[in-house]
């Protein structure tokens, strides 16, 4: 497995709360993401980094923040949970580069469930 | 939204028999693409990728590009029932993979 850890793995929350979802790589990869996942929809990415302080939003990105201070953690945070942010969420390293073959695979987390009541 | 098209499922197929798994992508500018498997309750892993029209095999496992009709597809040969999971097909979308919502595969004994 690639060395990425998620955490927490399970949290349950209640509405309006703050939370914040943990990625932490050992693979000193310049890209990591944040992928949520709901029955019906597949994976949909939330943002991505491309470097420490550097980050750009995905498909569906409102309601989420994200922070890289350092290469091997990034931090999705909810500023205020709703329930339909209830989902399963993982982080991915590996992708980038936009040109030229031999790039783009990622690689997942075990994900962390999140349950906002 | 670049699309990726998968046709859900559950896609049914005996034990020993080739099982064929189907994707289409809205983006003709897409160079690279994945399948990845998914068990239930677990992350996604990676099968395998294809940038080139033709197939790609590794082991039982076969990918098919057709960037003219924008297709991708994966068959698996010999199929067990330890296949049974759900298969995404991603396309390579900026810097990040765009994933389709997975085909359901069983294989029954």
């Known amino acids: 497995d690639a060395g990425i850890t998620q955490s927490p793995r399970h949290k349950v929350t209640e509405t309006g709360t703050p939370v914040t979802l943990r990625c932490h790589q050992t693979?000193?990869?310049?890209?990591m993401y944040w992928y949520r996942q709901d029955p019906g929809h597949g994976l949909r990415l939330i943002h991505y980094s491309y470097g420490v302080k550097d980050t750009d939003k995905g498909e569906v990105s409102d309601g989420y923040s994200v922070s890289r201070s350092k290469t091997e953690d990034f931090l999705l945070t909810l500023e205020s949970a709703t329930s339909s942010q209830t989902s399963v969420y993982f982080c991915?390293?590996?992708?980038?580069?936009?040109?030229?073959?031999?790039?783009?695979?990622?690689?997942f987390g075990e994900g962390s469930r999140l349950t906002v009541l | 939204q670049k699309e990726v098209e998968q046709n859900s499922g559950p896609l049914s197929v005996p034990e020993g028999a080739i099982a064929s798994l189907n994707c289409t992508y809205s983006?003709?500018?897409?160079?690279?693409f994945f399948w990845y498997r998914q068990y239930s309750g677990k992350s996604p892993e990676l099968i395998m990728f294809i940038y080139s029209n033709g197939d790609k095999e590794d082991g039982r496992f076969t990918a098919q590009l057709n960037k003219a009709s924008q297709y991708v597809s994966l068959l698996i040969r010999d199929s067990q029932p330890s296949d049974s999971a759900t298969y995404l097909c991603a396309v390579k979308t900026g810097y990040a993979l765009n994933f389709g919502k997975g085909t359901s595969l069983l294989v029954t004994p």
């Open positions: 693979e000193n990869h310049r890209y």
């Open positions: 983006d003709r500018g897409s160079q690279s």
């Open positions: 991915a390293i590996g992708g980038g580069g936009l040109a030229g073959v031999g790039t783009g695979e990622l690689f």
